[in-house]
């Protein structure tokens, strides 16, 4: 891995433990454990560092969106990709919550578009919701933004996930029930 990438994955880091808020050179180059000087030489300034973490957001959302294709099922499957990808998700909660930006905001879209349609399909099937596909993506747009705002550091686990899951799951079924009747 070279200097400049370590540089970024550091930074990416600490942005989904710290906020982008809460971001400053000093911060970065103490964690990277370099200089100031060291780390204007590398990115220009601050600005210019963000715009390399939202690329490098982008390639691991296409490598996340991968691991979903080729899962099978939401539980256990994405349940265990989400948790192996965690960092990935806390970054996106982070540019969610800034996406008032139109640098975030277009971000924050591009990264969820490649999740949701790779997720789509194995969320219809699981909610049984075949017959309802509109429907299905804007629950799953809902959903992920509820998702977002839920999650922390220290609730984001395999149970927790599972147990969201598995309470949208439910909601699903009553409101499909609900509908019959």
Sequence with gaps: MTKRLNRINTGYNQIS?????????????????????????YFGG??????????????????????????????PDLVNIFILDREDILFHKQVRIFREDKIFRECFEKAY??????????????????????????????????????????????????DYINELSYLVAQMKTSDET
């Design 17 to 41: 433990e710290i906020r982008f808020e809460g971001l400053n050179v000093e911060l970065l180059a103490n964690r990277m454990s370099s200089s100031k000087s060291s780390f204007y030489h």
């Design 46 to 75: 601050l600005d210019e560092f963000k715009m390399e973490l939202f690329q490098h957001h982008l390639r691991k959302a296409e490598e996340l969106s991968q691991k979903i294709k080729e899962s099978k099922s939401l539980i």
């Design 113 to 162: 578009e490649k999740v949701e349609h790779a997720i789509l399909e194995k969320w219809i099937n699981h909610l049984a919701l075949q017959n309802r596909p509109m429907f299905a993506k804007s629950l799953l747009g809902l959903v992920s933004d509820n998702f977002l705002l839920r999650i922390t550091n220290q609730s984001f686990n395999h149970a927790w996930l599972k």
